[in-house]
Structure formats: structure tokens, C-alpha cells
């Protein structure tokens, strides 16, 4: 099995708090930080273990990681073989990612930031608390770079993202670890954890165990996004003209916003399924006298879930193209005045989107590539979500076919990006023996 009490807790199950505070920090003095961390910060760093049961949860979990640049200033020359780690996000800013650069968040594009405390708990005063706990533990070796307050949504859009969709659903199983559930993937725990089985890299012994955390800032366009399900909204006769906007948004996502999968409940939404974790994520695109290749009665093949993973659509099933999502909505909800308008507000207070947050061994086989080969790819209709041109142009026009049913070969063309990336970094997540042992001294 997994060694669960040297894993840092947010990597195989994630913290799954309402509030979570992502603080990029520069260090300022290497020495002191590093004489702070194995005495001071380790005893405050939240294992997988200390996640598995309730009464075991600290008030306020804490997580760590590092960029390379963080790396390299506490004097860590080791290469953990990742180069779009050793890179840094910025290195693939246009051509890989198709973010639009003048976008980015300035510490994004930057150099100040060398590493992330992800902090999580039931309210902003215990984090905060913690906070300044962990600023006193280090002694003003650290400035803060940036910061983003991450959020549960409101009452009953709790777990949903700013569009209003059920996130957190599907993640794989990891081998040794989870028992999975019906139609969950069964993946290598060395997909997400360095040195485990099926991680093929050589990397520095220490570095066993730890994890690339790809951040990425995803500001939402809600309004714009409603506004087109309304414009755009199918023609089934059997529904109203909401339910027929609904049905747009559910087959550009693959699900319904209850979270039940367009390809088991492919015209109506339903919620008893969307609840139901022995059924909710159990299909894989197939059915019987189904032509994998051509039917799209069921789910596009453009909707963002089959995108992200293509399940039975590819063959073999993919084993080699997973990550484990642990974001968080960030930002406020929609005000009148926007959706009056249905147009997001330019004042940076209300932006909106997603803290989005993905662990892998291989950032090039993660996140990077879910995002440039299957998101950004044209072929089937770019990702009508988070898709872009894949060339770093802002609002170029997406022509997925297949979200209308009744005539699949017509495209809807969509004029904007609802998801604007506002940039992020690549990070290490080290195990807490490597924190003792070779990061602290
Ligand atoms: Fe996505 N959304 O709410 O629109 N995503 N995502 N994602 N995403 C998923 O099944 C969303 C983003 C994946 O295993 C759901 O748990 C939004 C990026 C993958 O079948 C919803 C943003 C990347 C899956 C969303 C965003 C991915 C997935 C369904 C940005 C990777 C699982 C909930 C603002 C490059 C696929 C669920 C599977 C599911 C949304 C970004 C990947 C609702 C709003 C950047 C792998």
C-alpha cells in the first residue's frame, strides 16, 4: 500500500473544505525559511492519513509546494525530470496552453512566486489564523507574491462551479489506495505520485512519493455562458425553451448540472442518478449496436467530460492521460447588474471562476496534455468549455458539431471564451520526509 501519512493530504483526496486560500509566496531568506520548516511548518502539514476520518481533521489542513524557481533558491539542484516543471506554466503559456498572455495575473508572469501553502477549513478566520501561525513560524522569510480566496459556493450550489455544474464527480481510482467505484477508472498510483508504480522517470530518491500540482486561475464568463444557452437553445419539442438551454450547456459539459452524465441520461436531467455515486459515474460512451465513432445521440464528442477523458472512445482505454482535480470556485457570485446585462463586470472584485488545481507525475502527460491534445483540438470541435485555438487568441470562434442532437453535423458556432485562463504555475508537492529530511535543515 501507499505510505498515507508521508502523502500530502490534498493529492489523492483533496481537502474538501468551503474555504481554501492558495498563498504564492517569494522567499526572502533561504537560511532562516529553511531552519523554520522541519520544526516549525512540518508539524502543521496535513498527511493523507490525517483526511480519512473526520475526528482525525485538523481545523485547518495545510498543504506545500514548490516551483522550480522555489526550488532552486532553497539551493535543491536535484532535476525531478518533469522539464515542464523545470520550465515554469509561462514556458507554455501560448503555444501549448492557448492562454492569451496579457491575461495572466502579473505574479503568474512573473518571477516572484516560489511556492504555494494551500490552506483549507470551514471559514476565512481559521485560515487566516493559520496563516499568520505559519508567517510567525517563519520568521519574515517569506513575502506574500499573490493570493486567491478560494470558495464553496452558496446554500444549495454547494460542490457546483460558477456555471452551475456538479463538480468533483470523476476522478480515477488509484491502485492501492481507493476502492473503486462503478465505472471508475482504475489507474497506476505512479500516475500521480513520483516513484510509485508506473512512474518510468528517474528522479532523485527524495523525491518519492511527492506530486505536480498544475495551478491554473480560470476566470468564468457566467453571464456570457447563460446568455448563449438561451440564444442558442435546442428545439426538442418535448421541452420548454429553459429546459432546451439547459440541455445545450448539459451536452457542452457531458453533464447535467445535477452532475447525472448526458450519456446515461441523454434528454432530461436526472438528479436521483447525478446523487447516486454506485451509478453517476459509471458509462463509458459505449452501448450495445452503438457505433462509437459516428453516434452522437447520446453525448458529443466535443462535450468538455469527454474531452478531458475520453473513456471507451479511445482503444485501448487510455491509461496513460489522467490527472486528479482538487480545485475550488473562487470569486463571488453573479449580481444583478451582470446578469441584467449578461455581461461579467470588468471590476476585479467580482471576477468568477474556478482555483483549478491538478496532481500528476508527468505534467506534460497530465494537465498539459489534456489541455493542448484533447481541449484544444479541433478535431470532433474544440472543448466548448475550456477549449481555445491553441495559438493564444482571445474570443476566436469554436465550431463544435454534435451538441444538437437532432441534426448532429450542425455546428453552433460559439463567438467567445467562456473560461478565460488568468494563468498559474507548475509545482511540487513533496512528500513530508522530503520536507524533513532535504528541504528543511
Ligand atoms: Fe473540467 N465545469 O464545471 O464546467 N469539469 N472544468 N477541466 N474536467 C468537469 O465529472 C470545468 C478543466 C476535467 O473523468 C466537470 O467531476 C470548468 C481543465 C476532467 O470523465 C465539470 C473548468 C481541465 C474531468 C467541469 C474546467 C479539466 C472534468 C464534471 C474551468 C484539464 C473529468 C464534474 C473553469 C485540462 C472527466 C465531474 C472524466 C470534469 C467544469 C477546467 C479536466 C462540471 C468550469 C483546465 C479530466
New binding site residues.
Given amino acids: 500500500g501507499l505510505n498515507l501519512t508521508n502523502i500530502q493530504g490534498d493529492i489523492l483526496i483533496g481537502m474538501k473544505k468551503n474555504k481554501e486560500l492558495f498563498f504564492f509566496f517569494t522567499i526572502i531568506n533561504s537560511t532562516l525559511f529553511r531552519s523554520q520548516l522541519g520544526s516549525g511548518i512540518l508539524p502543521l502539514i496535513t498527511p493523507t492519513s490525517q483526511l480519512l476520518a473526520v475526528d482525525t481533521q485538523p481545523t485547518t489542513a495545510v498543504n506545500l509546494a514548490f516551483s522550480q524557481r522555489g526550488l532552486t533558491t532553497l539551493d535543491i539542484t536535484d532535476d525531478l525530470g518533469d522539464t515542464a516543471f523545470a520550465n515554469g506554466q509561462i514556458d507554455n503559456v501560448a503555444s501549448i496552453l492557448g492562454d492569451e498572455t496579457s491575461n495572466w495575473e502579473s505574479a503568474f508572469a512573473g518571477t516572484s512566486i516560489h511556492g504555494v501553502f494551500l490552506l483549507a477549513s470551514d471559514t476565512v478566520d481559521n485560515v487566516n489564523a493559520t496563516l499568520s501561525q505559519i508567517q510567525a513560524l517563519l520568521n519574515g522569510s517569506i513575502t506574500e507574491a499573490y493570493s486567491l480566496q478560494g470558495q464553496a459556493r452558496p446554500a444549495d450550489q454547494q460542490g457546483h462551479?460558477h456555471?452551475g455544474?456538479?463538480?468533483?464527480?470523476?476522478n480515477p481510482a488509484v491502485t492501492g489506495f481507493s476502492t473503486p467505484l462503478p465505472g471508475q477508472q482504475v489507474i497506476d498510483p505512479g500516475l500521480f505520485l513520483l516513484g510509485e508504480t508506473g512512474d518510468t522517470v528517474t528522479r532523485p530518491a527524495w523525491a518519492k512519493d511527492g506530486s505536480f500540482l498544475a495551478f491554473?486561475q480560470?476566470q468564468?464568463r457566467v453571464p456570457e455562458f447563460n446568455k448563449f444557452l438561451v440564444d442558442n437553445a435546442l428545439s426538442n419539442p418535448n421541452l420548454t425553451a429553459d429546459q432546451n438551454a439547459e440541455l445545450l450547456g448539459a451536452r457542452m459539459?457531458g453533464?447535467w448540472k445535477s452532475?447525472a452524465p448526458v450519456d446515461l441520461t441523454p434528454t432530461v436531467d436526472d438528479p436521483v442518478l447525478a446523487a447516486d455515486p454506485q451509478r453517476n459515474n459509471n458509462f463509458n460512451y459505449s452501448h450495445p449496436g452503438f457505433d462509437l465513432d459516428t453516434d452522437q445521440t447520446h453525448c458529443p464528442f466535443s462535450a468538455?467530460?469527454r474531452k478531458?477523458?475520453p473513456r471507451a472512445g479511445l482503444t485501448p482505454e487510455n491509461t496513460a492521460n489522467h490527472?486528479i482535480?482538487a480545485g475550488i470556485p473562487y470569486g463571488p457570485e453573479v449580481t444583478d447588474a451582470e446578469n441584467a446585462s449578461n455581461v461579467s463586470s470588468t471590476d476585479p472584485s467580482l471576477e468568477r471562476?474556478?482555483a483549478?488545481v491538478?496532481y500528476q507525475s508527468d505534467i506534460n502527460a497530465g494537465?498539459a496534455f489534456?489541455?493542448q491534445f484533447w481541449?484544444n483540438n479541433a478535431g470532433y470541435g474544440v472543448d466548448p468549455?475550456?477549449g481555445t485555438d491553441g495559438l493564444g487568441q482571445p474570443d476566436v470562434p469554436r465550431s463544435p458539431s454534435g451538441l444538437d442532437p437532432a441534426d448532429p453535423t450542425r455546428i453552433i458556432t460559439i463567438e467567445q471564451d467562456f473560461?478565460v485562463s488568468r494563468g498559474g504555475e507548475y509545482f511540487f508537492s513533496p512528500s513530508l520526509s522530503a520536507i524533513q529530511n532535504t528541504l528543511a535543515i
Fill in positions: 462551479e456555471f455544474f456538479m463538480d468533483g464527480i470523476s491554473r480560470l468564468q459539459m453533464r452532475g468538455h467530460l478531458t477523458n490527472i482535480r471562476g474556478l483549478f491538478a494537465f489534456l489541455q481541449a468549455i475550456i473560461v
